[in-house]
């Protein structure tokens, strides 16, 4: 590949390869407060033009890697930086095996964390960027990483990717951002690097102390999971729960049967963080 | 390591393992890259073993093990899904390929990758078999009339099935090669000769399963994943008679394959040198980069053609890719 760069994100590093120099320097730049990647990396992203022409002419960036997926749509070379975020979660959903990836925003506090799931548009990136506003750790809001072993949850705070109208809600002086991409398949998105707090404690893995199942847009209720329940929405919520079998199943029974689970649901962002912080509290 | 693919090194580091040690950071990058790309990083995890390695690379290959045996529980449970479905067709179930070398606790089976579950029936087990699969769950993958009757009539396999639960493959073989290709192995004798499991499944015999290998590779196939299918012959031909293997390779017609793919292990693996055709066989196997890019698009593409010219008398290979040609959805991309 013309240019490369390793990240990493947590406890996974990324090598990102790209037949252009633009979507790589705009990696470097966005993840350039991250800490140091390791010396071999656990996953490879390929930024690669579909067709050889493809390189020069209305260029295209085809994203795949050690893992692919047939049928996925290449993007044009002004997003690249979309293209390369897209590569890393795909390597992470099909080849990840280290941990059990649930697809959830967690954040910490007091070494504890809060690791909410739902499908999107249930608020979960929202919540966990506004919790992250008020003293909590962001430890990341796609996916969280549960160790089979320890069963203790691991950060992955990838930056966030903010959407259309809540780009305008962020204040950007001095924050560590990537280029606005227009007319993406998403609309127009803006990728936002976690906090220097976040990046500093991001070895640091946490117990995870509530499971919540957040949904926006609803009249407000409170109800407890029972961990049945929760343990079927996990598995729902998994991308390699499969794949990893056994210990998976046995990392998935410990959590639920440790940790209680709550469903939220909630009419807008602020009453949703008065209750989350009110089930905290306890 | 002048002109040196990543894929030769893997093959090198497969065949000698010790021979990793030699490497820097970005060497064992590229050679991670490429094992993955050629489904062997589980069967490169067991053979490095304990050799001492870098931390990150430590974690990288433990990761590997635990998939490769998850992968293999997997693919046993599925042939036992799979015999439980057949055991009222009455016939013998001869596992093939990895879940074979897996169920056997052979050499081939250490660390593998185990993608479909392949078996060999009777012929005239068939229809008996397609029944009793599609009322247990499994579902046609092709409706396509096309693929269906082309596989029908000239392929050596069922059109591929896929449980509607567990989403996992079955193909379903009469014999080894399709019934167009210029050789005709001997199929009664695969199934008269079978090892008993003891479970209600069989396997090849030891000299068959090296014959079937070779066949699928060199009689077949374009040697795509050719690699770990030359790996699969390096460690069956260590667990065969070398008598009986010529005496069976005669017999089912394949002599020429099978002494091609020992030459070719020793090539790839071992590095004794090879020259002729060989050499052109070695070259489309080690087409892989340290990106875990397909390279040599020239040599994949003599390989591939030659595939149909294997596998099709030229009308019929003619007819079957103006078809294919005309659906190509990427023809009118």
């Not at chain 2, 019934?179 to 015999?205: F, I, K, Q, Y």
């Not at chain 2, 012959?233 to 017999?251: F, P, S």
Request: aromatic fraction near 6%.
């Amino acid at each position: 590949m013309r240019r490369a760069v390793n990240v990493r994100v947590g406890p996974v590093t990324f090598r990102i390869g790209s037949d252009w120099a633009a979507p790589v320097a705009a990696v470097a730049d966005l993840y350039r407060d991250y800490p140091p990647a390791a010396p071999v990396p656990d996953l490879t992203v390929r930024l690669e033009a579909p067709r050889q022409w493809r390189r020069w002419l209305r260029p295209q960036v085809a994203v795949t890697g050690d893992f692919g997926l047939p049928g996925m749509v290449p993007l044009p070379l002004a997003h690249g930086l979309l293209a390369a975020e897209m590569g890393m979660n795909l390597q992470m959903a099909l080849g990840h095996r280290r941990h059990l990836l649930l697809h959830a925003a967690s954040v910490e506090r007091d070494g504890a964390a809060l690791v909410m799931t739902g499908e999107s548009g249930a608020g979960k990136s929202t919540l966990s960027a506004l919790l992250a506003a008020r003293g909590w750790r962001f430890m990341g809001d796609e996916f969280a990483l549960l160790a089979p072993d320890t069963g203790l949850v691991h950060a992955f705070p990838r930056p966030v990717s903010l959407k259309n109208e809540s780009i305008a809600a962020v204040q950007w002086d001095g924050a560590r951002a990537g280029p606005v991409l227009t007319n993406t398949p998403k609309g127009t998105i803006r990728h936002l690097a976690p906090d220097a707090a976040a990046l500093a404690a991001s070895d640091r893995p946490a117990r995870a102390a509530l499971l919540l199942f957040p949904r926006f847009g609803q009249p407000p209720s409170v109800r407890p999971v029972p961990p049945g329940e929760a343990f079927a929405r996990l598995t729902q919520a998994s991308t390699n729960y499969v794949a990893l079998g056994e210990a998976g199943f046995r990392a998935l029974v410990r959590l639920v049967r440790a940790v209680p689970a709550v469903a939220v649901d909630y009419p807008d962002t602020e009453s949703g963080i008065a209750a989350v912080e009110a089930l905290w509290a306890g | 390591m002048g002109g040196m693919t990543d894929a030769a090194r893997l093959a090198r580091a497969l065949g000698d393992p010790a021979s990793t040690e030699a490497l820097d950071a970005g060497g064992w990058a590229g050679l991670l890259a490429a094992a993955r790309a050629e489904l062997l990083l589980g069967t490169l995890a067991y053979r490095i073993g304990s050799l001492p390695v870098p931390p990150a690379v430590a974690a990288i290959l433990a990761d590997a093990r635990a998939a490769a045996t998850e992968q293999r529980r997997a693919a046993l449970w599925e042939a036992e899904m799979v015999r439980r479905a057949l055991a009222a067709a009455g016939c013998p179930v001869v596992l093939l390929k990895g879940t074979a070398y897996a169920a056997a606790g052979l050499s081939a089976g250490e660390g593998r990758s185990i993608g479909d579950c392949d078996i060999l029936v009777p012929r005239a087990a068939l229809p008996a078999a397609e029944a009793r699969l599609l009322a247990a769950g499994w579902e046609w993958v092709k409706p396509d009339p096309y693929d269906d009757a082309y596989y029908r009539r000239w392929m050596h396999e069922l059109p591929p099935l896929i449980h509607r639960d567990r989403d996992r493959m079955v193909d379903v073989h009469h014999t080894i090669l399709p019934p167009t290709a210029r050789v005709t192995p001997d199929a009664a004798a695969l199934l008269a000769d079978r090892v008993e499991l003891g479970n209600g499944l069989a396997v090849l015999s030891p000299a068959d399963r090296v014959v079937h290998a070779a066949a699928h590779l060199l009689a077949d196939g374009d040697l795509a994943g050719g690699l770990r299918n030359l790996w699969d012959l390096r460690c069956l031909l260590t667990e065969v008679d070398a008598d009986e293997l010529a005496g069976r390779a005669a017999r089912h017609g394949l002599g020429r394959e099978v002494a091609r793919a020992r030459r070719l292990a020793a090539a790839v693996f071992d590095g004794v040198p090879a020259s002729g055709v060989d050499a052109l066989y070695r070259r489309r196997l080690l087409a892989r980069d340290g990106w875990g890019r397909a390279t040599r698009p020239l040599t994949r593409l003599g390989f591939y053609v030659r595939s149909h010219w294997l596998r099709m008398p030229p009308a019929l290979l003619a007819r079957h890719l103006w078809i294919k040609w005309r659906r190509d959805p990427s023809r009118r991309a």
